[in-house]
Each structure stands twice: as structure tokens, then as C-alpha cells.
């Protein structure tokens, strides 16, 4: 029987001295001192969830659909609020 690759996302942050991989279509998290551990690391995550999840249980926590897309909120002025601030004290 062929085995079925999946192409999933990993996201991967810095976090204190190592790094945080997630992958948000089926939630699950994995570390490692480097970006290319975290990423190793969570691949034998993920496919361990495979391994000992149920299909109904895999089903559900994969997600079909993600759209990944920049935003642009606009940051406060700080700096300016303190000066105003300190104009009506």
C-alpha cells in the first residue's frame, strides 16, 4: 500500500533561546534549538499524531482550508500620546 504524503505549513518562532514549530492545520507544536530541529522535530510530531490518532480524530483536527496573508495594523504613535499627555498635566 502506497503511503499518502500530506503538504502542511509549519510556522516557526523564536522563543527565549530555541524555537517553537507549530502546525496550525492539525495544532500541533514541536521545539528544538534550531529552526531546522523545530522543523525536524515537528515533522516526527506530526506524523506520530498520524500514526496513533484515530481517522475520525484526524479528520477533525485537520483543517481543509487556510489562507495565510500579511495585515498592516497601524501602530499607535506613542512617542506623540506621551508629549500630548504631558502638555495637559
Known sequence: ???KTLQLTAVIE????GYVATCQELDVV???????????NL???VEGFLEA???SE???????????MPIMPVM????RARVEDASHA
Open 1 to 3: 500500500m502506497m503511503k
Open 14 to 17: 523564536r522563543e527565549d533561546d
Open 30 to 40: 514541536s521545539q528544538g534549538d534550531s529552526i531546522e530541529e523545530a522543523r525536524v
Open 43 to 45: 515533522v516526527e510530531a
Open 53 to 55: 490518532a484515530s481517522p
Open 58 to 68: 484526524i479528520k477533525r483536527r485537520l483543517k481543509k482550508q487556510r489562507y495565510v
Open 76 to 79: 499607535p504613535d506613542r512617542k
